[in-house]
């Protein structure tokens, strides 16, 4: 089966640019999760949905927004990108049992960001 | 919010000895602890994980343990093996339900440790 997909692999932005990154869970798996990762820093959390509802944020600027589609795919948007927004930006995907979402995690492999 | 201590930053061991990772949490309401390793260039793998409600739990080279009074949790690797090069996190994260019956909860990273295992 495959895992958390993400795209793009890579992407090279300007300072106030706006991007959007696309992630696809795990097969079955409903909730997905979004964090920033900083060079030699750990994940920082930015958002979770499950079953296309926000249920929780990070504190991150209102310049950072995200969506959960119908089949349980998701987008983060930035907006008026920053030199600091370049990380590694990685999506997890959560399984439900009887209808409830689980806390266990499963990463992607990230997509690296650059703002130059 | 929940504040998670990582340490040492970095460790280094020679293959077949022990390594020991340590964290500290500051949220007392947390109860799911799991370990990822990361790679260069790849996404935080889970390697194995533990409830509040267990102290110990092992996976053949594999063990953590929590000790829910001190806040602290820890990760055990013996018998290390170059492969076992990466970056370690921990995290921490408090489940909860609603009246939909969803439960969730953010995951908190510690800082990582680079572990390094010489042949």
């Known amino acids: 089966d495959a895992g958390v997909t993400q795209s793009p692999t890579h992407l090279i932005k300007t300072r106030g640019q706006h991007v959007t990154l696309r992630c696809s869970p795990i097969s079955g798996h409903k909730s997905v999760s979004w964090y920033q990762q900083v060079l030699g820093q750990g994940p920082q959390f930015i958002f979770q949905?499950?079953?296309?509802?926000?249920?929780g944020r990070g504190n991150f600027p209102d310049r950072f927004s995200a969506r959960q589609f119908p089949n349980y795919s998701s987008e983060l948007n930035v907006n008026a990108l920053l030199l600091g927004d370049s990380a590694l930006y990685l999506c997890?995907?959560?399984?439900?049992?009887?209808?409830?979402?689980?806390?266990?995690?499963?990463f992607g492999a990230g997509t690296r960001l650059s703002v130059l | 919010g929940e504040n998670v201590e990582q340490h040492p930053s970095t460790l280094s061991v020679q293959e077949g000895d022990s390594a020991v990772i340590k964290c500290t949490y500051s949220?007392?309401?947390?109860?799911?602890f799991p370990w990822y390793k990361q790679e260069l260039g790849k996404g935080p793998q889970l390697i194995i994980d533990i409830r509040s409600n267990v102290g110990e739990k092992k996976d053949q080279r594999i063990a953590v343990t929590l000790n829910k009074t001190a806040k602290h949790f820890s990760l055990h690797i013996t018998e290390t093996q170059p492969e076992d090069s990466a970056v370690y996190f921990c995290a921490a994260s408090k489940v909860r339900g609603n009246a939909g019956g969803t439960s969730y909860g953010k995951l908190t990273f510690g800082q990582g440790t680079i572990l390094t295992v010489h042949p």
């Open positions: 997890a995907s959560s399984p439900t049992s009887g209808g409830v979402a689980k806390n266990i995690q499963y």
């Open positions: 949220d007392s309401a947390s109860n799911y």
């Open positions: 949905y499950y079953e296309k509802e926000e249920r």
